[in-house]
């Protein structure tokens, strides 16, 4: 297997991007595999993400990253070097809800997800049993009113232990601090229960119901302090009727859920998502 | 063509209502042709939809009403008898957007709405030679900040003119006044676009580029006094992505637009929708 | 809780048989909590389900059974009375691919499948595991070109001695005689990888490429001893591009299938399904 | 407004492709507004399409091409320069079904559509008014079992007079010679009322039926001389039940017809499709 690699980069529009950088490329012997970019017309921002082989055993990241810095700063650009090979480990936030945990983790077990789950935290012991199936090891942080915040140092420390590249909060019913939010900005991915910006905060299946939407919701997206505003990834929606009660959306809910955060997941590992404000663009 | 009714009922539930309705329908000599129903858990209140052919040439609408008063009043029903061969007057009230008027028309003009295009009113002439086309009156209103009152009254006598049964808001940009929700309550139907409770108001499709969704939608709801707060009876949705400018949207959306329309109309004008609080019951 | 029973009739179109089976429901001090029925215009047949929940303490399922007897016959039903009380015995026969015995497993685990899960049968050993941590026994019958009939046999012991109710061919790729389909007729159910009548018979995914399709789907099914024409009960489809390779749209086909194997499954146990012909009438 | 080009290649991949036209339309003094490429793993092959604008009033496209030709050469290419500004002439054969043919002279009417529809042909004088009220010349063709050689004959001269880039076969039921889906290769587009392969030749709806599948869809594909085999541009689906008739699902078929030929129709004439075999590649 050569050494695979992806480059993104993102920054302001101008004429001869696509040119310099895959000239750049070619000169270093990389084999673009796949390649996209974007241009969004309001901000004439430049988006763009390559997966390069590097054919040449003598290749080497260092040589390659000293390089490219010159030409990326001649056009500003925001830019990264990931190569591939070096797994991204993911930690799962998890209450009692099992749905999204236990397809994550059968994901992760098949080989279909591009990362590494490398332990799950819960304020519940409830999940417990299926993380250790998996032999996950499972880290139970009781939250109450009172320790709310050594909670969640203790949760910051794990991470940080777990060389913690993502963080997926699968259905975590807790509040995260704006400084974990921030320490993990672009890296810490929540699924909400509804079609945002319908339905935000709790309870969303109930007031669904309440409102008689045709239709429900989930909503793949990165965390910010602000709740339930972060960046988008992915969202699915599934028809509902008349004859579907609470019980039922909840249920039908799950399945549409699963998918949405399993693919949106999938993208951010894959280095698919680009944060462009409140928007994201998704270069598959 | 023998004479089809349909006879539409609501009220709280109750052991027997089934077996009474359809014990008494079998009596008068109907035989259904479809039969829908539904309980509410919630709310335990029973919804119910018959479609009925009467094949005795001697079948009196008016007997059957009166004989199935008692019934009715015994199980606190709401209901109706609807002769399929009374034609529903539609009124289409539009602005500019020439989308969803076309579409209709076209549905109508090829036999397949279950109702009469008999008039289209308009703030703008615009539109006009579509409906001339269609051989259908065209009645420039136009609403100026000064004239809104009186605006207002020259389409209520319009409506009343022409016997409307069933007022369609096309994509008509102007605020209804509370009397004319209330005259045409449950009549009343609009096309809002975006997925309600997302984006009330204004510029939906600009909001939805901004807050970077990835699915845009259509929602088609009864009018209330409370603007797009109304019960929905038909949505849809389309997938978009960052490719997608907010022009982009704007044309995509209108696919989506005709179609939760033309779906929830027909519905509306089968008998199939029965409001309850704000949600819809669908007796498709 | 009361007890909850369900009645389900199919049989020729006649004037009054709602009538007389509500009145018959409301005699017997049934209580309706859910009622579906329908008529097939085409072939003037009636179906029906009832969902009853019967007050009385001294109610006994045999008196009700003899006495609608009379009723039936006088309609030419085909009919079932169903205690809800006891459970549908299941029993999953798979081969390699995980991702729908996970996803079964795991409904049931959470309490949302209608029946219960009595063991796992397999032509290999690969997923004994995840059925063992389930607790569900595992049985690992190896199919080879000389054993199969003896296979078939063992499988079909198997299935008698767990008095199975409904057998689920997960992703088992081997073909079942049609003696075992003609005994679990209207019992077996299989998730075909392809939208059916597309893609009959092996690889769908690959000739779904190769044919350049832009959705792919997957068809839950009764078993028929004429492969892949058996009664289809849910089919759901995803889009794909030719950015999809055809890993990829392996990939992304299992969410399909295991969506719409859920959702067949679902509606089979709770006996919303009747077969007519090769059609499916789903009373939901 | 400045000249806006559409350059489209295909190749088998290699190492500089993109460095090389990126330098190229550089060099040009072009800015690229749009550029979308992808590589087919499977075959090896390059597909590219770039939307230029050129800023130089002095830019002269017969210079470009010449220029252009040698690196084509290099890279053997298939490649096409397209000035936005030339109008495609899209020429529309109907029969009796007005759905489709009115959908897309709507669009074209609200300049939603890449193109200009200069005729309408048809074998009956059903749609005539609806082409004339949009002042477009509708030449009625009736097709007999003795005439049919002539009629052909009448079509492609009528195609020819034009000077048609793209025929739509919106709905019309006759056979086209080999000769004339030669001549129009990847300018000819049907729309099939069927998810192919699905229910491939004639009665679809009819047959789906029949067949009892729970979702109906439309085909938009290129015709060659092998019916309903050529290319496939884009697909849609919707659900459908028990509850759909034969006619309910002819109805609703309409509406996905319509959509996926309108979506089909754009990619092609916004120079989005390249054919790759039995395979197109959409790139938007």
Redesign the interface.
Known sequence: MLPLYRLTISCPDK??I??AV??F??EQG?????????????SQWFFMRNEISFSASSFQADDFQQQFSSLAEQFEMLWQLIDTRTAKNIVLLVSQH??CL?DIL?RW??G?LAGEVVAVISNHNTLCDIAQ?YNVPFHHIPVTQGTKQQANLAIAKLLTGYQTNTVVLARYMQIIPASLCDAYSGRMINIHHS?????VGANPYERA???????I?ATCHYVTSDLDEG???????V?V???Q?KDDML?NG??VER?AL?RGLQYHLEDRVMVH??????L?
């Open positions: 004429t001869g696509v040119a895959s000239n490329i070619a990389g084999n673009l595999i796949e390649a996209n970019y974007h241009t969004e017309q309001d099992s749905h236990a059968h077990h098949s279909d199936w079609f945002l910006p319908s339905f119901y309440q409102r008689g939407v045709k239709l919701g960046p988008i990834i992915e969202q699915d929606v028809r009727s008349h004859r009660s249920k799950k399945d998918v399993a404000g409140r928007r994201t663009i998704i598959e």
